[in-house]
């Protein structure tokens, strides 16, 4: 079946350490989204990205990163600049075009040791 | 720029009762609207959207939501609550430019009484 795929589904970073959540798709969409989720705040877009090799900054942007070099991988780096990286991480992808509803994996957590 | 809003963070029904999540949304050309489903520790599920056309929009799991433009209101109902719907609900609004992403509300709790 066609999916999006995130791991790990739990992930402890030390201080100072970048951490890269891995979030791939084959449901061949071009678009592809991450977004921070914080107990009440909703979901906050990070970064997005709607074909390879390009991809620009969401509402959140600071002390993340990414990349989009295949059309099925979208990869996000929780930096040591980010400093309350506390979060669940959620990963989305959609077709191209106007009112494409987006599909999203489920998820990967993130917390401080 | 679109925003979200859901005035009710959380709601308590009786299994079996009726349910109706409100959202609000703002936005100054016609939205694509969405309603997500959420359970614990899971990505969203999306439960139904508009586009255009019938402003009654039904969904899956027995959901349906109403559009109406001079409320500026995208409510989602459900006649007879199960106990498995207790989840976070979450709507969102897509604007009608090319690419464009969503904006979604702060979402609901649903608790559901035995």
């Known amino acids: 079946d066609g999916g999006i795929t995130q791991s790990p589904k739990y992930l402890f970073r030390k201080e100072g350490q970048n951490v890269t959540l891995s979030c791939e798709q084959n449901l061949n969409h071009d678009a592809m989204y991450w977004y921070r989720q914080d107990p009440g705040q909703g979901l906050r877009l990070i970064y997005y990205?709607?074909?390879?090799?390009d991809f620009q900054k969401g509402d959140i942007a600071e002390g993340y990163s990414v990349s989009r070099e295949k059309k099925e991988s979208f990869p996000l780096t929780v930096t040591s600049a980010q400093k309350n990286p506390t979060a669940f991480y959620l990963c989305a992808s959609s077709a191209w075009g106007t009112g494409q509803p987006q599909h999203f994996g489920d998820g990967t957590r993130l917390s401080i040791l | 720029a679109q925003s979200v809003t859901q005035p009710d963070i959380h709601i308590t029904v009786s299994e079996g009762a009726s349910l109706e999540l409100r959202c609000n949304y703002s936005y100054g050309a016609t939205p694509y609207l969405f309603w997500y489903v959420q359970s614990p520790g899971q990505g969203l599920q999306l439960l139904l959207k508009y586009f255009s056309g019938d402003t009654l929009v039904q969904g899956i799991k027995g959901f349906e939501a109403e559009f109406k433009r001079s409320q500026s209101s995208f409510n989602l109902r459900k006649p007879s609550v199960h106990w498995s719907d207790a989840a976070e609900y979450f709507c969102a609004v897509g604007a009608s430019n090319y690419g464009q992403n969503f904006v979604f509300g702060p979402g609901t709790r649903l608790s559901v009484l035995p």
């Open positions: 990205s709607q074909i390879v090799n």
